[in-house]
C-alpha cells in the first residue's frame, strides 16, 4: 500500500515539498460526470491559504490550483484527476541553517535519521504546505458529495486555542467566517484575538489548538466492520494532518469518565427513523454512520518554529540554542480548520461508495 | 482494500462471530524463521479471556488458539498463518429478543441499517470477542519482534476508570499485573475494585475507561510520510477496537493547551545518540519515531449492555425498555489492555518491515 | 498489500499447506444478503477435488468445506466468509526424501531460497492443494453473481493436451462434464483417454494443457484504466495459477500476426445495443468489458513430479536424480478447469462491486 | 486499491490524457538516496518518444520530463515523485469526429459505456501516450536498481511483426538500437523495413508484434506466494499495457505441448550455486525467482487506426463507416519495447523492497 495515499476507492495520493517546484495530489476513483472547475476546488484553497490575516504565516501563496488530467468539458471523466498547485514564494534564504540543526519538536531530525537525506527547505515534505494538496483533494470531494449526497454539510471551527475554549452553547455556524479563527463564539474569537497578539509580538511564542469537524445529515450505514470502520478512518485521516497530537469521536476521551446509563444515546421513532435522544456516538457505532451528526475533534500542537530560544542539536552531534526566525503561524490550529474538512469529505466520500459498491446502498428497513 | 485487514507488510484480517463456531485471524507477511509455537501466542490470550475474574464477564471462554498454516516444527515460514479459536460457551438463549429489539449504544441497529441481515447472537461480528482475534495476531507480532527487535518492551495499563485516574507519579509497570484492572497504582487499583463492585451489583452500570499504552525502545525511523505514518497507524489501529471513542499520541488532546515553548522537547547529544528533555511527542515526529518511548492513549466508552432500562425501539418501529441481561463486562476497558497491547505490537512490527523494506534500515548519521 | 490476498472490494486471502490440518480461504467485502449455503460452495469442490478418475491424483481427499462466518441463516452478512477445509489424506511417508532434494520444475528450491525454512511436506505452500480455497472462494463469488448479474454464465474447458488440440469448430458446452477432461469435443475427449493412459502408465511421464475460460452476457462497462484493467486483473488470476506459463484474452498472442483491418471486430446496432462482427478482443477493450463474451486461455505446465529420473541437487550441494513417486496428476491442466472458473468469477464479481461503487453503474446511452 | 497504481512497496499512479495538458506518474515509496535526474530518466523516454523515424507516429512531441518533487540535489529523499510530461503536439482537429463515432477496436466505445463522459481527443486515457508515464516510473526503478541490484540488466525486443519471426538463433543484444524495430536480429530488420513500409503506404494498414523482455542477473528469491507472485505481477505488468493481449513466461503458451520429462530443467552444482540445464521456466519456480534469467514475452494487437474503413456506429446508434486519419503508429509494438522493459524494472524493483521488507533478504544456503 502507497504510504503517501489515504482512501479506498477514492484514493489520493500528495507529492511536493515546501520550497520544490510544486506540490499537488493525485486523486484517482472519482465517480465520473462530477461538476468540476479549477474555482470550485479554489474557494477551498482560499480559505487555507497563508497570508490571509496577520494571524497566519505572512508567507505570500496565492496556492491556486490547476487541474491537469481526469476533468473534460467541465466535469470528471471517472480516470485520475491531477491537481498542481506551484509554490512561489519560497524564500530559501530564510531556512539556511535548518540544513545543519535540527528545530526541536520538528520532523527535521526524523527525516534525518530515517532517510539520511532530505530536502530540509522550509521543511521539506514534512511542511504543513502538504495541506494544500489535501484541500485540493477535499475539493474534489465536495463536488462528488454535492452531486452523490446533496443534502450533507461539512463545517469545521475552532473550539479551543490554548487553554482558552469557546462555550459550547454559543456555537453559531454563521460566525465562523466573521472571524479570523473560524471560531464560532463571537465573545471567544474576540479574547483570541488579543491573546494571539501578545503571543505573537511579545512573547514570541506559539499555542495549540482544538478543531471540531462536524457532518450533517450523512445516512445511516457508511462504513464497516472491522478495520474499515468510518471512525477508524476518520481517525487516521485527522491524525495524518501534521502536528496533530489527538482524535476524539463524539465523547471522545471524556467517554472514559461515563457509566452505561450516561452514555446510552436512547432511540425513538420519528416521522423518517430513528431519533435520539443524545449524540454520545458522535454520529457512528460499530464503526457505522447512524444518520446523526458525525463529530469529530482533534488537537494540533502549537508550533515548534518560534522566535524563542531551544535548545538543541547540529547535524554534527553539537549542542546549539535554536531560534527560528521566518514566517510562521503563531497557531497553525487556524488553518487547520479548513484541512480538517477537507479530510472529512474525502472519507465520507471513499465510504460513499465503498457502501454502494459492497451492499449497492440497500438499506434494512425499520417500521 | 479488504475492509476487515488491517497492517501494510505485516497484515492481518480478522474473521468470525460471537456466536459462531470459531472465530480467528489470518496474518499475511509474517518473516519466516520465527520462533512461534501456540504456547506462546496463549499467554497473550490468556490475559483478555473472560471470566478471569469477577470484575469482567463471566462467559466462560478457553479462547485456545490454534495454529492451522504458516508454522512448520515450531518456526514461521513465510506464509500465511491461520489462527482460530473456536466458540464454546455461547448459550444464544441469552440474546434471544436481540434480534427484533436494538440496544441503545450498540451496533444492532448500524449493522441492521446497512446489510439489512446480520447474526445478532452475542453481538455477531460486533461483538468484543473479535479482539480475541488480535490479540492472537499481535502474539505473532510479538514473536516477531523479539526476533527482529528484541529490546523493544510493549507494556499497556489503565489509568482512569470512570472519573478515577490513577497518579501518574506512582505508575510502577511491576503492579499492572497484580491486579485485576492492569492498574500500575495500587492505591488506585484498590480503590477501583470497590468502585467497580459496586457498579456492578447495586448500581446496575457500567463505566468507561483510559488506557496507556507505551513501547520503549523502539528505534529511530518507523513510520513515514504522510499517510503511513507510525502515529496515523497507532491512531487507526487503536480507534478500530470496539468502543474506543478517543485517541491520544504524547501529549494529546492537552497538547492544545501548551505554547510552543512548553511543548519543545528540547534535545541533548547523549553518548548513544540524541537525548530528550522531555517526551511531550510521545515518541514520534512528523509521523517517524525518535527513539522514545512511543505512548499512545485511547478511551473506552461504557458498555452498552446494562441491567438499566433504556429507551429503544424494535426493528418494526415500536418503542419498548431495553434491559440487557447475559454477562458483560462491567467495565470493558480492562480487557481492552491486551488488546491495546497488541495492536500497538502489530503497527510497530508492520513499520519494521515497512522500513527495512524502502531504507533497508540504514539512518543518516548524528554525530 | 497483502501478498496471499486477491481482489478489490471482493477480497480473499488463502492460507494453507497441503499436509497441514486444514486450509482455506478467508473472503472479504461479499455483498450481504446473498445466499450461501456448504453445499451450494460443495459442488464446485466436487469438481476440482483429487481422486475422481484415474486421470487424476489418487489422493483421495473429499475437500469438504466449512463455512465458519460470515453466513447467518444461509445468506450472507457482509462480515468476512471463513473456509476451511481439513486436510485428512496426507501420508507423509511418500514424501520424505523432499526434505533434502529438490525437484526440478518444482518450488522447492526457490522456497527454501527465499525463506530459509519452509514445509516441504507435500509441497507445503506451493502445492496445488491451494487451489482448492480457490474454487471455494470462487463459489462465494458464484453465488453473489447469480443474485446480482444472475445472467452470467461461466464455462472453462480444456483445449489442448499436449501437442492435442481440440477442434474449434467442434467446442460443445454439453460435452464437457460427459468426460474425464471437461473437453468440449467427444472426438479429442476419446483420443486423450488413450493418449493419457500410455503416458502415465508406460511413459511415466506428464502432460501440459490448455484451458478456455469464457464469461457469457457480462454487462458491458466492467474494468477500469489502468491498472485496474478488467483483462490486467484476469491476466493475473490466472496466471497466479500453481503451473501456469501463459495467458491470453482474446485473440492471445495470435493478435501480434494479425494486420489491422483483419482484427477490428466491426460493430453495428442491434436491438439491445451494440453488435460485434466477430470478437477478436477477447470481449475487452481498452480494460472494460464491451459486453461480448470474456475469453480467456491459460497454458498449463507438465507437472514436474514423474516417475521419469531427473538430474538434482540436495540442499548440502550434492548432485543426485530425482524420481518423484506418490500419487500426482499426469496432466494437472484437467484439474485447472475449475480452478480457472473460479478465478473468472471472482475478477467478475469483485469488478462488478468496483464499477458500482465508482460509478453506481450508470451506463453511457448509445442510441 | 487505486485502480490506476501499480506496485505493492514501490508504487507509481500514473495519471494524463492524450490532449490534456501534461500526463505523468506519481511514484511513491522509492528508497532514499538514489541518484536520480531528469536526464536519467529521459534517455528512456527517448527511445519511447514519437516522431523517432518514419515506422512510428508522426506526432511530435519531446516528451521531456520534469521532476517536481521527492528529489533534492540530484538524490532521491524518499518520498513521493512526481513526474510531469507536457503534452506540445495535440493537434485537437485530427480527432474531430471521434466524439460521435466508436473505432471498431479501440476503446472508445466502452468508456462511453462505463463512464458515460470522456475526453475523446486523441484517445482520452486510453491513448498510448499514457505509456509515456510508465516509462518515466520505470527510469526511476532504473535508478533505484542501479543502485541497490547494479548487476541486474533488463533488455526487450521484438520477436515478431505480423507473421514474420525472427530467428531464436540469431538474437544479438547489440543489434536491438541499431534499427528502428528494436529487432535482435539484423537479416529480420531488414525484412522488416520493406514489409512496414508497404503495409503503412499501400495497404494503409497496421500490423501486431510480439515483444520479449528478459533480465539478467536478478537474485533468487524474489517474488512470494500466492498472489504476489512474481510472474503474477509480471503478467499484469505487462497486459495493463495498451493492446496487449497475451503474455508469456519461459516456455509460455508452448508449455502446454511439452511433457514433464522435457520440461523439467535439470539441477547440478555449479561454482556460485544451482546451474540449470536449461531455463523452460522462464526464470520463475513457485512465483519466486530461480536466479536464472527472468524472460517474458507479450503480444501487442495491431492497432484499430488505419486509413481503411471499418463498419462502426455512431453515439447516435446509427451505422457508419470509420476511417482514421491522424497520425498513428503502423505498429506500435515498437514503441511498446522500452515499455515492457519499464514495467519489468518496476515490478523487479518493487518485488526487490518487498522481499527486503519481510525476511531481510537472507537466503537459505545450498550446498
Known amino acids: 500500500m502507497s504510504i503517501n ?3 479506498h476507492l477514492f484514493r489520493f495520493t500528495t507529492w511536493g515539498e515546501s520550497h520544490g517546484p510544486a506540490l499537488g495530489a493525485t486523486v484517482d476513483g472519482c465517480p465520473p460526470g462530477v461538476s468540476l472547475t479549477a ?5 477551498w484553497m482560499d480559505k487555507r491559504r497563508p497570508g490571509l490575516n496577520k494571524n497566519t504565516t505572512q508567507r505570500n501563496e496565492p496556492d491556486t490550483v490547476e487541474i491537469l488530467s481526469g476533468v473534460f468539458e467541465d466535469r470528471t471523466t471517472g480516470t485520475p484527476i491531477q491537481l498542481m498547485i506551484k509554490n512561489t514564494d519560497q524564500r530559501s534564504k530564510d531556512y539556511g541553517d535548518i540544513a545543519m540543526t535540527f528545530r526541536p519538536g520538528h520532523a527535521d531530525i526524523t527525516y534525518h535519521q530515517k532517510y539520511g537525506h532530505r530536502d530540509y527547505r522550509g521543511g521539506g515534505r514534512s511542511s504543513a504546505r502538504e495541506t494544500a ?3 485540493a483533494a477535499g475539493g474534489v470531494a465536495r463536488a462528488a458529495l454535492a452531486q452523490l449526497a446533496p443534502q450533507v454539510q461539512i463545517k469545521g471551527y475552532m473550539t479551543q486555542m490554548g487553554t482558552k475554549s469557546i462555550n459550547p452553547a454559543h456555537i453559531n455556524w454563521g460566525e465562523i467566517d466573521q472571524n479570523d479563527f473560524f471560531c464560532p463564539d463571537a465573545a471567544a474569537a474576540a479574547e483570541w484575538e488579543d491573546y494571539l497578539a ?3 509580538k511579545d512573547d514570541h511564542n506559539s499555542v495549540g489548538a482544538v478543531i471540531e469537524v462536524v457532518a450533517r445529515n450523512v445516512p445511516a450505514g457508511l462504513g464497516a466492520p472491522i478495520y474499515g470502520k468510518l ?4 481517525a487516521a485521516a485527522m491524525m495524518s494532518i501534521n502536528a496533530v497530537k489527538g482524535v476524539e469521536i463524539g465523547e471522545g476521551m471524556a467517554a472514559a469518565a461515563l457509566t452505561g446509563r450516561d452514555n446510552a444515546d436512547e432511540i425513538s421513532m420519528g416521522p423518517d427513523g430513528p431519533v435520539y435522544s443524545s449524540n454520545h456516538a458522535g454520529g457512528v457505532l460499530g464503526g457505522i454512520s447512524t444518520g446523526q451528526d458525525i463529530v469529530v475533534r482533534f488537537a494540533v500542537k502549537p508550533t515548534s518554529s518560534i522566535l524563542s530560544p531551544r535548545k ?3 547535524l554534527d552531534g553539537t549542542e546549539t540554542e535554536v531560534i527560528t526566525k521566518g514566517r510562521h503561524d503563531p497557531c497553525v490550529g487556524i488553518r487547520a480548520v479548513p484541512v480538517g474538512e477537507a479530510m472529512m469529505a474525502l472519507v465520507l466520500l471513499d465510504h460513499l461508495l ?3 459498491g459492497q451492499t449497492g446502498g440497500v438499506r434494512g428497513p425499520i417500521g
Open 5 to 7: 495515499s489515504f482512501g
Open 39 to 43: 474555482p470550485m476546488i479554489q474557494q
Open 133 to 135: 494538496a489535501r484541500v
Open 198 to 200: 501578545w503571543l505573537r
Open 231 to 234: 471512525d477508524t478512518d476518520l
Open 312 to 314: 538543541s542539536i547540529r
Open 354 to 356: 465503498l457502501d454502494r
